[in-house]
């Protein structure tokens, strides 16, 4: 079965620290790998995608980098805020656009 | 912006009772897709459709049917609502593939009793 595992469940940073999480995946033929943000009684809401031509993607304070041959990507937020807290999702799909498989979350508390 | 509307926020139901779920987006995107949502197990797929009257099984699709008449609608049936199937239900869509991510809805919080 196609599996996204993702870690750690819990993660509490402070303001100012550096938050990972981490994903690792099985499928050889996922292509697109975003990551999704969801605040409590919201959707996920897509925060950044790489695919595996590169090794890193940067948007602003929020970094994806991208191991091939480990099939691991995972997320950094630099310089975490309270406003970063929320619940993280890692995916993989063979298309953007295409189904995707998650991870099973990463909730992120960020204190002040 | 895209606009992905989910019919009820909360919904509760009678065990055995059919159910459904409607979602509807605005921007003219061709793939939709039904998750659910529980704590600790993250988000799962139970059905996909990349054009109208195209449905595809997901990962958990036991249980549930689709129906997809027209290309901005999207609807999830419980065709006998259990109480396992209480969850919080997402519905998504993407405009065609290669390019762009999901637009999520904010959710249908289902609770069978």
């Known amino acids: 079965q196609q599996q996204v595992k993702q870690s750690p469940q819990s993660l509490i940073v402070q303001k100012g620290g550096i938050s990972i999480i981490n994903c690792a995946y099985e499928?050889?033929?996922?292509?697109?790998f975003p990551w999704y943000q969801q605040f409590p009684g919201k959707g996920p809401a897509l925060l950044i995608a790489?695919?595996?031509?590169?090794s890193e993607k940067k948007e602003g304070r929020f970094t994806i980098s991208f191991n091939k041959s480990a099939k691991q990507f995972s997320l950094h937020i630099m310089d975490s805020q309270p406003g970063d807290s929320a619940t993280y999702f890692c995916?993989?799909?063979?298309?953007?656009?295409?189904?995707?498989?998650f991870g099973k979350g990463t909730t992120l508390s960020v204190s002040s | 912006d895209v606009k992905v509307t989910q019919s009820s926020r909360y919904l509760v139901k009678r065990t055995g009772e059919k159910v459904f779920l409607e979602c509807v987006q605005d921007?003219?995107?061709?793939?939709m897709f039904w998750y659910r949502q529980d704590p600790g197990l993250g988000l799962r797929l139970i059905y996909f459709s990349y054009d109208v009257k195209m449905k595809e099984k997901g990962d958990i699709p036991e249980g549930y049917s689709v129906s997809r008449e027209k290309k901005e609608r999207f609807s999830l049936i419980l065709e006998s609502a259990s109480t396992n199937q209480t969850s919080m239900y997402l519905c998504a869509s993407a405009k065609g593939t290669g390019v762009y991510g999901y637009t999520f809805g904010s959710g249908t919080r289902l609770t069978v009793v």
């Open positions: 499928n050889t033929a996922f292509d697109y």
């Open positions: 790489i695919r595996p031509d590169v």
């Open positions: 995916a993989a799909s063979i298309q953007a656009g295409t189904a995707l498989i």
């Open positions: 921007m003219d995107h061709e793939n």
